[in-house]
């Protein structure tokens, strides 16, 4: 790992995979949302199932604020949002301070759209904009390509993760398990290369074995 640590390296892998987590699953939350108002009041039993989250909510209502904004709910958006944020404050001299910022001002667009439950998708959508920059200033200052690769590792590992989750399509997967590939072998991450040619294999097939890509995708880095 050259000068970053184990412990450092680990921390940006999860930075990069809690942000994208954050990212993704409030874009699947915008839609969840319009579908329960307009048509499907359970529809979040279903996006419970396929995200394999307890469905702890009492009806769409429920789900709609506890989901997004329940601190005390470790599957909540806002928790994913304050984990991408502890892992960015240990690591913000690898990343820079601007680019934390962005992470805290997220959090500052989350509490506002709590705030404002009968319409919160506005803010939260300054919220994934500044999830967003905060990438964009990562790729602007960070000069170390390793610790830009860790983080993009990270990040198309969840994107992977949850796109096996929703059963996804054979050609965005293998999309993102190219980008996945690119950015694994630029980071200097030690891996389990069998559990990576498995999975590689494994969306070649005309039928996809979701749950056992799944276990061979969390079985790849080793940190």
Request: with cysteine; hydrophobic share 40%.
């Amino acid at each position: 790992m050259g000068i970053i640590s184990l412990e450092k390296a680990d921390n940006l892998y999860w930075l990069g995979r809690y942000s994208e987590r954050v990212y993704t699953t409030s874009h699947r939350y915008f839609t969840s949302f319009d579908i329960m108002l307009d048509q499907n009041e359970e529809y979040y039993m279903r996006y419970c199932e396929a995200l394999n989250i307890p469905d702890i909510y009492v009806d769409s209502k429920d789900f709609v604020q506890r989901y997004a904004f329940d601190t005390e709910n470790t599957d909540s958006i806002i928790s994913n949002l304050y984990r991408a944020y502890d892992n960015a404050l240990v690591v913000r001299d690898y990343i820079s301070s601007e680019s934390l910022a962005y992470i805290q001002m997220a959090i500052y667009e989350m509490k506002k759209a709590k705030a404002n439950i009968d319409a919160p998708l506005i803010a939260m959508q300054r919220s994934v904009d500044n999830i967003l920059a905060c990438w964009g200033c990562i790729d602007d200052v960070v000069y170390d390509v390793v610790i830009r690769n860790i983080i993009k590792y990270g990040r198309r590992q969840e994107r992977l993760d949850l796109l096996l989750r929703l059963r996804g399509s054979r050609t965005d997967l293998k999309r993102i398990f190219s980008e996945l590939e690119f950015y694994l072998y630029r980071s200097n991450l030690k891996f389990n290369r069998c559990a990576f040619l498995e999975l590689a294999l494994i969306l070649e097939q005309d039928i996809i074995d979701y749950p056992k890509a799944l276990d061979c995708l969390e079985k790849i880095v080793v940190l």
